[in-house]
């Protein structure tokens, strides 16, 4: 029988953010080679802010002043292992920066070679990325007082409206053991579900608990049921053609409530049984695929995996009168 | 002086809690649900005789969109609750179950707080309570922060490397008595000094060991908590406050925002006998001691603290839990609990819980 892997993926999230008058002419001037922090009162705070800390007054774009480009680190952490959210792979400073002109710290990365090289007090100055898209990111310092060689500009470029950030977090975990005993059910074509040992419901595929009675199932709970079921909900899905949509023609997703479960598998696949044909109450057999396998399973799937079944057919018995699976619609 | 509750007051009236795992194999809602059955069994009323039930979770931990809401399976979800969320601790879902209750059409609230963090890097999850346009896309997270304000108390003179190292010490000492704990032991200071960096001025045991788990408390109001228990723990100060997002404006040798809390929550009004303080990195301790006021006639983290288990989104809820248990079974009779959220103390809340009939 195939190994079944751990689980590890990427979540990620594209996010896109407007900068609005004070944070976009800041990271434009990150792209374009200088750095700028807004005059509020009788001092000067780097990063800017559109608003006075005191007390939430506007600070508009006429308040913007260059700063830097040399500083003085004011605090510091050496970071002995980078995560891969951080700004360079070896090891590296966080540091707060008051920039030559500004009253208050920024928090960037100084790339100092050693911690024996950092120090509180320290002159770090900053460097620029030979790409540069408007981000914070664009630029880094380095410990000394040599000002950058003015870096090259696109005079043409827009202001910086709009920054992305995409974000991502990498999970990595073993499958829960009520999932793997399912899937390694899957594998020998067998479908394992839990009957709670609080109401006797069997509950396919189970998440590991009852919540109706709030009772947490373990593998002496384990039943198997039927690979025969009655449909009990469908929708017909008509593709709409987005980025990275596979499907062109119009196909069935319905729920299905096996023989012996008190839950239904959701989101079975139907590819050939005509939608005038398909209705509730209808009674499918699955066809199994003959060999068996999937690398991209987790502990957090709902349903069947589709790669264990070629398709599901017709028993070839009498529909079940709708009203006897109203309870199962979901 | 012993508190005397009036009809607005609320207490505590039962608590529960999971051991931090290093790694719960089970679903988190799971955990949750050990919590709460024993939680409901123990104070002996059913889930229907709770008013409303809120829950402090993160779903970036586990990389699971709307896992709050699955969490409600934890808590019972049919018939339907009353039921609320926040993306926060816990201790911050015990705050609005305590404004709730203040209303006064229903008397029994239950908190619960959980987290499964052993999926994922928090590091690589908490970076993003940051600032989104500054300081997030540099990966910023919260140890860097703590090392750089590790570093600014050192270099402000109001700590040594040895002081943090006594705190861990001190922690993983007290932890031997907790079953609880993920790391407890007798550990000398010169061992912990001879560690390498790892945020320099920090070492890895000075920060939190991240777990999997859950913890769980009832609160009523005084005449309901007076049926359900005979040994009410009130709460008779909440607040919470809040800095800037922007590092270089605060002092970070310091804690403004739990000094307010700790004045909003009356800290200050009489003896604290016991303070639980959600230290996730082992500096920290020194800056809430001053902030809070507290003396040394104030037993800090018996419990052995976060440094022994952070069952993150719980921990801050598990501190209330820890004084809470002192006080019920009459080994303090005033006491101290703090939570935080957001990196180097950003956000403190502050609760004060005493004994009284």
């Known amino acids: 029988m195939a190994q079944l892997p751990d689980i590890d993926f990427t979540l990620e999230y594209p996010y896109t953010r407007t900068t609005g ?130 870096p090259s500009v696109d005079a043409d470029a827009e202001p910086v409206g709009i920054m992305e950030h995409l974000i991502g977090v990498r999970i990595r975990e073993p499958l829960q053991p009520f999932r793997k005993r399912f899937l390694e059910g899957l594998l020998q074509k067998k479908i394992i579900g839990q009957r709670s040992p609080a109401d006797g419901k069997v509950h396919v595929p189970s998440r590991g608990y009852d919540a109706i009675n709030r009772v947490p199932m373990t593998e002496d709970d384990d039943v198997e049921v039927s690979g025969r079921g009655t449909v009990t909900s469908y929708t017909e899905i008509t593709p709409i053609q987005y980025h990275g949509q596979t499907e062109t023609e119009p196909y069935i997703r319905c729920s299905v409530l096996l023989d012996g479960a008190d839950t239904t598998i959701g989101g079975v696949d139907i590819r050939d049984i005509p939608i005038e044909e398909f209705k509730v109450g209808m009674r499918l057999q699955i066809v199994w695929r003959d060999d068996i396998s999937f690398d991209d399973e987790d502990n957090r799937a709902y349903g069947l995996n589709e790669s264990v079944y070629e398709r599901w057919e017709r028993t070839g018995e009498p529909d079940v009168d709708p009203d006897l699976v109203k309870e199962h619609n979901f | 002086m012993a508190f005397e509750p009036q009809e607005n007051d609320i207490a505590i009236v039962g608590v529960a809690q999971t051991a931090a795992h290093a790694r719960f194999d089970g679903p988190e809602v799971v955990l949750i649900m050990e919590c709460v059955n024993r939680l409901l069994g123990d104070a002996g009323i059913e889930r229907d005789d709770v008013g409303f039930t809120i829950a402090g979770s993160c779903d970036y931990l586990s990389g699971m969109p709307f896992a709050f809401v699955s969490n409600v399976d934890g808590m019972g979800a049919w018939p339907p609750v009353y039921e609320s969320h926040v993306e926060m ?253 957001g990196a180097a103390l950003q956000q403190n809340l502050v609760c004060v819980l005493q004994e009284g009939a």
């Open chain 1, 21 to 150: 008058p004070i944070i976009g002419p800041f990271l434009t001037g990150l792209r374009d080679g200088r750095i700028l922090g807004t005059r509020v009162g009788d001092r000067v705070i780097c990063p800017p802010l559109e608003y006075d800390p005191a007390d939430g007054s506007t600070v508009g774009p006429e308040n913007l002043v260059e700063v830097g480009p040399a500083g003085t680190v004011e605090g510091w952490t050496w970071v002995a292992e980078p995560t891969s959210k951080h700004p360079f792979d070896r090891p590296f400073a966080f540091a707060q920066i008051r920039l030559d002109g500004a009253d208050t710290t920024m928090l960037h990365a100084v790339d100092a070679g050693s911690i024996d090289n950092m120090s509180t007090g320290m002159r770090v100055v900053v460097r620029f990325n030979d790409e540069r898209v408007g981000s914070v990111t664009d630029v880094y310092f380095v410990p000394g007082e040599d000002a950058p060689d003015a």
């Open chain 2, 89 to 341: 601790d816990g201790a911050w879902a015990l705050f609005e179950a305590w404004l709730r209750l203040q209303m006064g059409d229903i008397d029994v609230a239950m908190v619960v707080g959980s987290g499964k963090s052993s999926p994922c890097n928090a590091r690589e999850v908490f970076h993003l309570q940051a600032d989104p346009y500054v300081v997030a896309p540099l990966g910023l997270d919260p140890d860097a922060l703590a090392g750089i304000q590790a570093r600014a108390l050192i270099d402000a003179g109001k700590a040594t490397e040895a002081d943090i190292a006594d705190v861990v010490a001190r922690s993983r000492a007290a932890a031997a008595a907790n079953p609880n704990a993920q790391v407890a032991g007798s550990v000398s200071i010169d061992e912990l000094l001879a560690a390498p960096y790892d945020m320099a001025p920090l070492r890895a045991h000075d920060v939190s060991p991240k777990a999997d788990g859950a913890a769980a408390l009832l609160i009523a109001r005084r005449d309901r908590a007076r049926e359900l228990t005979d040994n009410p723990v009130w709460i008779t100060g909440l607040d919470h406050r809040i800095e800037s997002h922007h590092a270089g404006l605060r002092d970070l040798t310091d804690s403004e925002s739990t000094r307010l809390a700790a004045a909003g929550a009356g800290v200050a009004d009489g003896a604290v006998d016991v303070a639980e303080l959600h230290t996730t990195h082992a500096h920290e301790e020194i800056i809430l001691r001053a902030a809070l006021g507290l003396g040394d006639d104030t037993q800090i983290n018996p419990s052995g603290g976060p440094l022994a288990g952070d069952p993150v989104m719980a921990t801050g809820l598990t501190r209330i839990i820890e004084v809470a248990k002192r006080i019920a079974a009459g080994d303090a009779s005033r006491g101290v609990a703090h939570a935080a959220s």
